[in-house]
T-cell receptor
Framework: GQQLNQSPQSMFIQEGEDVSMNCTSS?????WLWYKQEPGEGPVLLIA?????ELTSNGRLTAQFGITRKDSFLNISASIPSDVGIYFC????????????FGKGTKLSVKP | NAGVTQTPKFQVLKTGQSMTLQCAQD?????MYWYRQDPGMGLRLIYY???????DKGEVPNGYNVSRLNKREFSLRLESAAPSQTSVYFC????????????FGPGTRLTVL
């Protein structure tokens, strides 16, 4: 199956620090998605990327779709305690069924 | 507009017992999905339904069955639960023809003893 590698697995940072995480795939895809899961909740979409090289921001979050179409990164600037959660990248292999393949997640802890 | 709802929120089963996890969405979405989430494993697709009346296997379907009761509801059944099925189960839905975004329910935390 498709190989989707997400790193780092976990991060422990101080409030106010910037955060960066990334995902790489073994194949080329047309869509990258970034989700956040807060404790006890389901994942919620943060940013969707549809074009190679696309750079998209959502508040303090910025995500980019790599030029090679095999990678993506998510940056969080000036982290705050409510950024705590698990961040997942996901990609869409295409097709009418709309399945997503998820990375294993990056668990973010923010120390006030 | 509740989005995607799941019941129950928590469940404890003994090995060999059966149960059905319920999922409903009120967004008029065509596609619905069942995932399981295990520590360090991300979300893995169990079954999906691209439209009412159709279901297909995902990455980890063994030990599960599904029913797409109508456009709103998609249930997941464990006929004979095993400890390996201890997990958090998420239902999701997506609007066919729209973006790739899937909307997730709050999850069911299942423990099989």
């Amino acid at each position: 199956g498709q190989q989707l590698n997400q790193s780092p697995q976990s991060m422990f940072i101080q409030e106010g620090e910037d955060v960066s995480m990334n995902c790489t795939s073994s194949s080329i895809f047309n869509t990258w998605l970034w989700y956040k899961q807060e404790p006890g909740e389901g994942p919620v979409l943060l940013i969707a990327l549809y074009k190679a090289g696309e750079l998209t921001s959502n508040g303090r979050l910025t995500a980019q779709f790599g030029i090679t179409r095999k990678d993506s990164f998510l940056n969080i600037s000036a982290s705050i305690p409510s950024d705590v959660g698990i961040y997942f990248c996901a990609l869409s292999p295409g097709g009418s069924q709309g399945n997503l393949i998820f990375g294993k997640g990056t668990k973010l802890s923010v120390k006030p | 507009n509740a989005g995607v709802t799941q019941t129950p929120k928590f469940q404890v089963l003994k090995t060999g017992q059966s149960m059905t996890l319920q999922c409903a969405q009120d967004m008029n979405h065509n596609s619905m999905y069942w995932y399981r989430q295990d520590p360090g494993m991300g979300l893995r697709l169990i079954y999906y339904s691209a439209s009412e009346g159709t279901t297909d296997k995902g990455e980890v379907p063994n030990g599960y069955n599904v029913s797409r009761l109508n456009k709103r509801e998609f249930s997941l059944r464990l006929e004979s639960a095993a400890p390996s099925q201890t997990s958090v189960y998420f239902c999701a839905s997506r609007r066919t023809g729209g973006s790739d975004e899937q909307f997730f329910g709050p999850g069911t935390r299942l423990t099989v003893l």
